[in-house]
């Protein structure tokens, strides 16, 4: 079965200072991987994601994720944090379409941003 | 603009009754989903639907049902036999075939047992 870990539940950065957020995986196959945020009280919004490629992506809002097959992790980096970057992010691992589009997600990171 | 829509956005209900949350998307997507948010747990899969007229439980269907009898709406109810109904519900639909399996979210909805 997937799984997804996301080890820090909570994570604290000063405005301008540079973000990691960690993300590992559990797939037996080429995992499609998928980086999530959002605001209090709405909805997921994609940041970016991973299926095929160049392992380096990009993402919205400035955001990049490295897929390390290796260390089967997909960490999410920002060089340089904005206030409004504060949310909880959420990692997620999938098959694609030929598994049905079922998502795994992991239980998130809330981002504080300190100003 | 396209997109998903769920409501109500608030909801509050007495145990031992049944709720219902409105599903309805714009995006001709052939797959629906819906998960459950709860505080440090991440989303769960409840149950989703890849084509018309059917669908399959995921992780934690039980005390939930489904209908899909129209494309862009699929509801869920939560009936009295969800022990712990309280939680963030999240709608989310994806095409079937051709593509990366991304979802799009709805805005949610948060039912609260009283």
């Known amino acids: 079965a997937q799984s997804v870990t996301q080890p820090d539940i909570h994570i604290t950065v000063s405005e301008g200072a540079s973000l990691e957020l960690r993300c590992n995986y559990s797939?037996?196959?080429?995992?499609?991987l998928f980086w999530y945020v959002q605001s209090p009280g709405q909805g997921l919004q994609l940041l970016l994601k991973?299926?095929?490629?160049?392992?380096l992506v990009q993402g919205i809002k400035g955001f990049e994720a490295e897929f390390k097959r290796s260390q089967s992790s997909f960490n999410l980096r920002k060089p340089s944090v904005h206030w409004s970057d504060a949310a909880e992010y959420f990692c997620?691992?999938?098959?694609?379409?030929?598994?049905?589009?079922?998502?795994?997600f992991g239980t998130g990171t809330q981002l504080k941003v300190e100003l | 603009d396209g997109g998903i829509t769920q409501s109500p956005k608030y909801l509050f209900r007495k145990e031992g009754q049944n709720v219902t949350l409105s599903c309805e998307q714009n995006l001709n997507h052939d797959a629906m989903y819906w998960y459950r948010q709860d505080p440090g747990q991440g989303l769960r899969l409840i149950y989703y639907s890849q084509i018309v007229n059917d669908f399959q439980k995921g992780d934690i269907a039980e005390g939930y049902s489904v209908s899909r009898e129209k494309k862009e709406s699929f509801p869920l109810t939560v009936t009295s036999a969800q022990k712990n109904p309280t939680a963030f519900y999240l709608c989310?639909?994806?095409?079937?075939?051709?593509?990366?399996?991304?979802?799009?979210f709805g805005e949610g909805s948060r039912l609260t047992v009283l």
């Open positions: 797939y037996g196959a080429t995992p499609y």
């Open positions: 991973y299926f095929s490629g160049d392992t």
């Open positions: 989310a639909s994806s095409i079937k075939t051709g593509g990366t399996g991304e979802l799009f």
């Open positions: 997620a691992v999938g098959a694609g379409t030929g598994g049905g589009n079922k998502l795994t």
